[in-house]
């Protein structure tokens, strides 16, 4: 966080006084972030919100993926959201671009190889149930790739901060940072490429569900 520009780092500040003033957070698990070096949070999606609370809690900047039209808006709003995301250190992404998911894998891969540390949700998109579903192997292609460790993360109760289609209220959350899983470690010799992809991805989910509570749907 100390080698990021002094407007995110007062942005950051005001964000984390009004997110521990407003919803109270319950965090456990920050020390299993490493300080530095590429590595991957992927997380259970319930909220819109999550995508700013796992970097505004977290210790280090952590970059996401958004639609592109937050960046294209119009008007002052327009203006207001493309200096946020921007600020933020958000990835645009062109959702009805074909290739939007390799495109995406693409652009995170580039933030692990400098260092960085990107958030995904293996879900893919957000439960509308409740339910933790069935997680992408674009995790694990990750962090493969990338040589980069995955910090499970659970989220609890930011579905009742911004329920989808209705206004925010204040609600408590939590969240949690579990154990980081190395990806060298987790795959036995001579294990196919699909197969420890769809292992090391399970091995995330069943983490991230054991902190949630979370039932699972495959």
Avoid: C
């Avoid at 260092?115 to 339910?131: C, L, N, V």
């Avoid at 995955?150 to 949690?176: C, N, Q, S, Y």
């Avoid at 292992?199 to 509570?213: C, D, F, P, R």
């Amino acid at each position: 966080m100390h080698n990021r520009p002094v407007t995110y780092r007062l942005l950051k500040l005001i964000l984390s006084i009004l997110v521990l003033v407003l919803l109270r957070p319950r965090v456990t698990g920050l020390q299993n972030i490493p300080k530095r070096g590429a590595v991957i949070l992927a997380s259970n999606h319930l909220s819109f919100i999550d995508s700013l609370l796992i970097p505004i809690m977290a210790p280090r900047h952590v970059a996401f993926l958004a639609k592109a039209e937050y960046w294209t808006g119009k008007g002052i709003k327009g203006r207001i959201s493309r200096w946020f995301f921007t600020k933020m250190g958000d990835i645009p992404v062109q959702r009805d671009d074909p290739r939007a998911g390799q495109r995406s894998l693409e652009d995170a891969l580039a933030v692990l190889q400098r260092g960085g540390a990107f958030g995904i949700y293996p879900e893919g998109t957000r439960s509308r149930d409740g339910k933790l579903h069935k997680g992408h192997t674009g995790v694990a292609w990750l962090a493969l790739t990338g040589k980069a460790p995955v910090v499970p993360v659970a989220l609890l109760g930011t579905d009742k901060v911004k329920p989808i289609g209705k206004m925010p209220r204040f609600a408590r959350v939590e969240l949690h940072f579990g154990t980081p899983i190395d990806p060298s470690r987790q795959i036995a010799a001579g294990t196919k490429p699909a197969q420890a992809r769809r292992e090391l991805t399970e091995q995330v989910m069943q983490s991230i569900q054991a902190m949630s509570g979370q039932e699972r749907v495959d």
